[in-house]
């Protein structure tokens, strides 16, 4: 069984500060993909990773893909309280043709 | 263009009632999924399609069934609601299963 562990669960930080949400995994993946939630919506995409040791930036958001692509990290520089919500990784296999989903990483910027 | 869209928005059942969530995208794709979104645990696929007429089981598929007679619209049916059922539904549709998906907004279940 896949699984992908998020890490941390729960952050709360103040406006300026920089972050990292880490994704891990014993398996390889083909892809690697962030999503954000905000409360009573859906996750949206923010990001996809296909590459080992891929770096893509959105902005103040930096993401990687690990060499071996078994996880990945988001880091955010100078987070506003509009980062504020749930943060999830989601790890692609062409294999199974599904998504796994990490736990999630709920982030709390306040002014 | 609606995207995915998920009725109803809310829904409270006691135990034993059945109920089906509709789910419908107009993007024409053909992976369709449903997952359940329960706190500190993530999204778990319950069951998922490939196309029209094909529907396989995910994760947690125990009390759902599926049905996939359309390309649009891609319904989940409890059948006998338990407690352990509480949680948000998502639906979602894709081009594949393991790339980008598209997230309805959700439906808030409640099962007392």
């Known amino acids: 069984t896949q699984l992908l562990e998020q890490s941390p669960q729960f952050l709360s930080i103040q406006e300026g500060e920089n972050l990292t949400v880490y994704c891990n995994s014993s398996s390889v993946f083909s892809s690697l993909q962030w999503y954000r939630q905000e409360p009573g919506e859906g996750p949206v995409l923010l990001v996809t990773v296909v590459t080992g040791g891929e770096v893509k930036k959105l902005k103040r958001l930096t993401f990687q893909f690990g060499d071996a692509r078994k996880d990945s990290s988001l880091h955010i520089t100078a987070a506003q309280p509009g980062d504020t919500g749930l943060y999830l990784c989601a790890g692609g296999s062409s294999n199974t043709g599904k998504l796994i989903f990490g736990q999630g990483t709920t982030l709390q910027v306040k002014p | 263009n609606a995207g995915v869209t998920q009725t109803p928005k809310f829904q409270v059942l006691k135990t034993g009632q059945s109920m089906t969530l509709q789910c419908a995208q107009d993007m024409n794709h053909e992976y369709m999924s449903w997952y359940r979104q329960d706190p500190g645990m993530g999204l778990r696929l319950i069951h998922y399609?490939?196309?029209?007429?094909?529907?396989d089981q995910g994760e947690v598929p125990n009390g759902y069934n599926v049905s996939r007679s359309t390309t649009e619209d891609f319904p989940l049916r409890l059948l006998s609601a338990a407690p352990s059922q509480t949680s948000v539904y998502f639906c979602?549709?894709?081009?594949?299963?393991?790339?980008?998906?598209?997230f309805g907004p959700g439906t808030r279940l409640t099962v007392t």
């Open positions: 979602a549709s894709s081009f594949d299963g393991s790339y980008e998906q598209y």
């Open positions: 399609s490939v196309g029209a007429g094909i529907t």
